[in-house]
Each structure stands twice: as structure tokens, then as C-alpha cells.
Nanobody
Framework: PVQLVESGGGSVQAGGSLRLSCVVS????????MAWFRQAPGKEREAVAI????????TYADSVKGRFSISTDNAKNSLYLQMNSLEPEDTAIYYC?????????????????WGQGTQVTVSS
């Protein structure tokens, strides 16, 4: 079975940094599109960053451009999200997601496998 396990969440003050990790088994991260999504209380889940199977094409949500960085480590079959200059608005549960195909999109329906999520809380 495919498993995605996130870690690295926590509580930080505004301006701080966190690095989220997603260890994947039963699925090769270099094969298809990978992504990080987040869901804040009372809001819909939204895409934060996506990376294509070659690690060449990367897309960020406007709200995190210049602050977040997505990457993969094929040797470790893992996905990462480096989050800098965190803001209270970044508070959410962050989910790792693996795409159904090589096609990359910000739409949730393109992702067939999800992790359980990791909580990120940013205080002002």
C-alpha cells in the first residue's frame, strides 16, 4: 500500500521557520507530481506548492511565493517543504499529496494519495 507520513510541524512565532518532511512508501516520488496542501480552520483545503516528476517545474500559491520552497529527495523517496518568514495566516494542517499521473495541477482531484497531515501553528 501507498503511505505518506508527514512530520516537522509545530508551533512557532511569526517570522520563524519550519521544515516539513513527507516520507513516501509504495510510490516513487520521482514518478508523478507531488504537492503540499493546507487547510486552515473554517477554510477549504488549498494547494501550497507542487513539483513535477522531474523536479524542474514548480508552482507556488501566491500567498507563499518567496517564503516557501518545495523539494524532493529521490534517494530518500521523500518530499519537503521549507517554510520561512512564517505568518499567522500560515496556520493550518499541512498535507503531503502524491499525484495520480505525471500531470501537475493545483487541483485536489489530481492527487490520489494523501498523508494524515501535520499541524503548523504560527503565533503573532
Amino acid at each position: 500500500p501507498v503511505q505518506l507520513v508527514e512530520s516537522g510541524g509545530g508551533s512557532v512565532q511569526a517570522g520563524g521557520s519550519l521544515r516539513l518532511s513527507c516520507v513516501v512508501s509504495g510510490y516513487t516520488v520521482s514518478r508523478n507530481c507531488m504537492a503540499w496542501f493546507r487547510q486552515a480552520p473554517g477554510k477549504e483545503r488549498e494547494a501550497v506548492a507542487i513539483i513535477d516528476h522531474g523536479g524542474v517545474s514548480i508552482t507556488y500559491a501566491d500567498s507563499v511565493k518567496g517564503r516557501f520552497s518545495i523539494s524532493t529527495d529521490n534517494a530518500k523517496n521523500s518530499l519537503y517543504l521549507q517554510m520561512n518568514s512564517l505568518e499567522p495566516e500560515d496556520t493550518a494542517i499541512y498535507y503531503c499529496a502524491a499525484g495520480r499521473t505525471w500531470y501537475c495541477s493545483m487541483r485536489q482531484t489530481e492527487y490520489g494519495y494523501w498523508g494524515q497531515g501535520t499541524q503548523v501553528t504560527v503565533s503573532s
